[in-house]
């Protein structure tokens, strides 16, 4: 394994991480607050969009490449 793959998947699994702590803490608000559902239900559309992005650009460099 090169420096270079080490680093990609450190990166990845650092941001899995990060994202995981984030989807608990913004549950635990949404669960304390009562928020209503359309409002949670925006909140976790665009939590999940925006690693969706991230993904997509990953992709899409590897095949422009």
Do not use: C, H
């Not at 420096?3 to 991480?17: K, N, P, S």
């Not at 990060?18 to 009562?34: E, G, R, T, W």
């Not at 909140?43 to 095949?63: A, D, G, H, N, R």
Request: proline share 3%; glycine share 4%.
């Amino acid at each position: 394994m090169t420096v270079a793959q080490f680093e990609t998947i450190g990166l990845w699994l650092g941001l899995a991480a990060l994202y995981i702590f984030i989807v608990l803490a913004i549950n635990d608000v949404l669960k304390k607050s009562q928020a209503p559902k359309m409002g949670r239900f925006f909140v976790w559309l665009v939590l999940f969009l925006s690693p969706l992005v991230f993904i997509i650009k990953t992709v899409v460099q590897y095949f422009l490449e």
